[in-house]
């Protein structure tokens, strides 16, 4: 497992597959009546239950600012979450982000800030990004952010949403908004990504994680199309000079499974990087 599964994770799982790691715990954290007088408010909702779903207008009077409030609380979560990693980045394939539909709420489309900033999409043709968890009913108050607006879409629509994009050939990156808590999922390309082009042409470290596969190509199975080659954003692939066909450089693989879409006669499988002794410690 990597760092961030051993930090984050629960029983022996991928840290994205918590549920723990869906809601931040300010959400969590209601206002009594005595708070709610010192911040000068009238509460509309009981303290402490408040349902998330369909709840904005409750979760807004319920909820508070404990770096405000009690700065000595706030400290004291800061140093329980802040451990290692502040932001937190690591590639999935198709079947982890629509697993991952099924664990959190509520799940929106948005546009990408960094394909509209490299090839200047509208807003119509750039929704390719996607916001979850509870920060979600809020998102109008940073509409910079949240350019062109948000689009709800329910667990099998984001599902659907998630083929769609991987057929683009889009790599799916699952992202924290202060580690440990999932935020959002990044449907991206190099080198429009700007998280890809830091590791990748700037070997910054932890901006992106490899994610916990590996791609493996049978050469008996494989015909030599090179179709899968497309694919790649990483250089993971290359032609064999004797056989003409494909092989992975495991070295350079993050793991996306990108390559399997346009493989008709299913020669690519992923392995578990943690079962190939040569890669198992390259995050």
Known sequence: MCEPCDMYGKDGDYWYFNPENYARRIYKWRKTATETTVAGENPSAEPGDASLI?????????????????????????????????????????????KMMEICWPITAMTCACRRMTKALKDEENFTCMGMGPGMYKWERWPQIYHGGVQFLTPDEAKDYLVKLNKMGLVHIAETHGAPYTGGICNCEMPLCGQLRARLEHNVPYVVKKGHFVAQIDPDTCNGCLHCMGRCHFDALRIHSGTRKVVVDAFKCFGCGNCRYPCHVDAITMAERTTLPTVKDMW
């Open 54 to 98: 369909g709840a904005m207008g409750a979760m807004q009077t319920a909820t508070i600012d404990m770096k405000v409030l009690d700065p000595e609380r706030y400290a004291e979560q800061v140093k329980e979450e802040g451990k290692t990693f502040r932001g937190l980045a690591q590639v999935v394939t198709l079947e982890e982000a629509q």
